[in-house]
């Protein structure tokens, strides 16, 4: 039984903590709805609440309804996961590598060894009108080749741009919103619809989503919602700006094109805790959610890539999640797979993290100490012995080039990540967690190095697999 009361008190704390504009919440569990929660507002002038119909952006979260889209168009027989991408896409090909050895699994579970890269950054920039001018946004409008508005454009960028792949496909994961722009355009190609039709008649219908709907734009959305749709915010220089710019991105659509509500999403995540049953019917086929999440994709203490979603064991219990982020948008979703909860928090606020909010959201369920942390970088107490094997200057190019540097001083590891200085907190085999040098137990970001022949060649600095220079 979840203390409503003292959950409420847990998420309210952390919003006001945050300072976040508006926020919502839901649990749906195996009878119903199991809880909600609404904080804060969905307008500049910061007068109309937030409530249970409000739609946000949902970023991110949109990929595991995309991957879905590829599970059950294969129980249907009208595509194979281990499919070659150009079987679909003829002119789609991975320097490096034959045109064929890259599959739509790889895509969807970010293991084709496609590196980090600029298409989406500049997609945004060029497509989406009204946005206040910024460094990055003039630094993207400058570098962009084209109005990268189309899929083909993505293609040759990913055949062309020079950046070499990170793997064999299936060695090496790096999140890539790239390979989900592809897949967008499989779904197409192999439903025989677009893949906006597709998971409205396969997910959203059959799920009772009222208020959710993939469209490549806003306007769909706004006409859907009824006016209750939020406005975007930001947190610039310590000041709250508020516009209604949303991202538009036209090759990445069921990359991270979904509108939806709390509710909405926790309804989807139940129905895959419950291997795709929805009120007692198969809504969803159980092969297809067990292609998505289940026995095929390992169990550990340690997050792993599903299709679309991330999957840890805590406590006993097995998670699968997922979180999202654009330009006025940060969620997380996830669910408790076999038991029939699913759990959505949705925020209009940019480049916040949900973590906290929906730990304690999974704890009420799981009966632990709301505040306990699902943090699953752990450090061991101890110095990482080899620490001369990390020394270096690490760069990812997603958008303006993130560009990481670790050092070594009498065996301890410090560095930086751009402006941010951090020391390194040793977890066990390659991991780290970086700890901001000015905040002291805060966490910038997790670190595993990629080793070969004695030295880091790479490290994942987060999702995203970062090269040494």
């Known amino acids: 039984m979840i203390n409503a009361a003292a959950l409420d008190a847990y998420l309210t704390r952390w919003a006001n903590k945050k300072n976040l504009a508006g926020v919502c919440a839901c649990i749906m569990g195996p009878n119903g709805p199991a809880y909600a929660w609404n904080h804060g507002f969905r307008d500049a002038a910061l007068s109309v609440p937030v409530d249970g119909e409000t739609m946000f952006g949902i970023a991110s ?25 150009c079987d679909y896409l003829p002119s789609f090909s991975l320097a490096g590598q034959p045109r064929e050895a890259v599959t739509l699994r790889h895509l969807a579970m970010h293991t084709a060894g496609i590196p980090p890269m600029e298409p989406l950054e500049w997609s945004i920039a060029m497509n989406s009108p009204g946005r206040s001018e910024s460094e990055w946004l003039s630094e993207m409008k400058r570098t962009a080749p084209c109005a990268m508005d189309t899929i083909d454009q993505v293609i040759r960028y990913i055949a062309a741009c020079g950046y070499s792949t990170l ?46 709907i993939l469209d490549n734009g806003i306007d769909e959305a706004r006409a859907l919602s009824g006016g209750n749709i939020t406005s975007l915010f930001e947190i610039e220089n ?23 509500t709390a509710r909405d999403m926790a309804v989807y995540y139940r129905a895959l805790a419950s ?61 408790l797979l076999g038991e029939g909860y699913g759990f959505a928090v949705l925020c209009n606020q940019g480049d916040e993290d949900m973590d906290e909010l929906m730990w304690g959201m999974y704890n009420a369920v799981m009966g632990l100490p709301l505040d306990e942390s699902h943090q699953w970088f752990v450090p061991v107490g101890y110095e990482f012995s080899e620490p001369q094997m990390l020394r270096g200057r690490y760069i990812g190019h997603e958008g303006v080039p993130c560009i990481l540097r670790v050092h070594d001083q009498d065996g301890h590891l410090s560095g930086r990540r751009d402006g941010d200085s951090f020391i390194l907190a040793y977890c066990g085999g390659t991991r780290f967690l970086a700890l901001r040098t000015e905040e002291p137990g805060t966490v910038l970001c997790r670190l595993e190095f990629l080793i070969r022949g004695g030295r880091a060649w790479g490290v994942r600095c987060g999702t995203r697999v970062f090269e040494r220079d």
Request: aromatic share 6%.
């Open 275 to 335: 291997m795709g049953m929805h009120e007692g019917r198969q809504a969803i086929p159980a092969r297809a959610v067990d292609l998505l999440i289940g026995r095929y994709h390992p169990v550990s203490p340690l997050a792993t890539m599903c299709l679309g979603l991330y999957k840890r064991e805590k406590a006993g219990h097995v998670i699968c999640e997922h979180s999202g982020a654009l330009h006025g948008i940060s969620t997380k979703g996830g669910l």
């Open 238 to 260: 310590g000041v709250r700006t508020c516009d209604d710019c949303w991202s538009i991105l036209p090759p990445f659509r069921g990359c991270a094109m979904v509108k939806s």
């Open 61 to 85: 979260m949109s990929k595991s309804l995309t991957a879905l889209c590829l599970c059950i168009l294969e129980c249907e027989g009208r595509l194979r996961l281990d499919d070659p991408v």
């Open 167 to 212: 793997g064999a496909p299936g060695e090496v994961m790096s999140y890539s919103n790239e390979g989900y722009a592809l897949l967008s355009y499989v779904v197409d190609r192999a439903a025989g619809m677009p893949l906006e039709r597709f998971m409205a008649e396969r997910i959203f219908a059959p799920l009772g989503m009222t208020r959710s």
